[in-house]
């Protein structure tokens, strides 16, 4: 389940159509339309 802070951060991504970027993909993995860019 998806937190709230993590829909705070996701809506605005999502509503934009652009790729999150985050150092743990976890709290995003169940937002399936989200694209995810993990930092290297």
């Known amino acids: ?3 709230t802070y993590d829909l705070i951060v996701a809506a ?3 509503e934009r159509a652009i790729a ?3 150092f743990n993909q976890r709290h995003f ?3 399936t ?3 995810i860019i ?3």
């Open 29 to 31: 993995g169940s937002v």
């Open 1 to 3: 389940m998806i937190g």
């Open 12 to 14: 605005p991504t999502l």
């Open 20 to 22: 999150e970027t985050t």
């Open 33 to 35: 339309v989200l694209t």
């Open 38 to 40: 993990e930092p290297q």
